[in-house]
Nanobody, 124 residues
Framework: QVLLVESGGGLVQAGGSLRLSCAAS????????MGWFRQPPGKEREFVAA????????LYADSMKGRFTISRDNAKNTLYLQMNSLKPEDTAVYYC?????????????????WGQGTQVTVSS
């Protein structure tokens, strides 16, 4: 089990950028696949991006490709999400999560530990 704490959310204008961080409580962080999910107002939680335990492989939802970049620093037990060219439809609570599985990265059910979420609001 690992405790996760997100930060970096806020209010930004359309076209702007934000960088989210997710700090993990233990060195076990480096053994997990890590993912970012988001939940827009009134909608289901959806997959954003995921990264392998080593950081060598990544996966993105189609609507985020080219705009968002997931990365990790295992020495700092920290996961990142760089979000560029933000749109009002990116407004959501963003969550980081840890998965012990090597596949099914886009499935929330495969993630056992979740952060509390950080709000991202993009104004038009």
């Amino acid at each position: 089990q690992v405790l996760l704490v997100e930060s970096g959310g806020g209010l930004v204008q359309a076209g702007g950028s934000l960088r989210l961080s997710c700090a993990a409580s233990s060195d076990a962080f480096s053994s997990f696949v890590m993912g970012w999910f988001r939940q827009p107002p009134g909608k289901e939680r959806e997959f954003v991006a995921a990264i392998s335990s080593s950081g060598s492989s990544t996966l993105y939802a189609d609507s985020m490709k080219g705009r968002f970049t997931i990365s990790r620093d295992n020495a700092k037990n920290t996961l990142y999400l760089q979000m560029n060219s933000l749109k009002p439809e990116d407004t959501a609570v963003y969550y980081c999560a840890a998965s012990p599985y090597v596949d099914g990265w886009y499935l929330p059910v495969n993630y056992g530990d979740w952060g509390q979420g950080t709000q991202v609001t993009v104004s038009s």
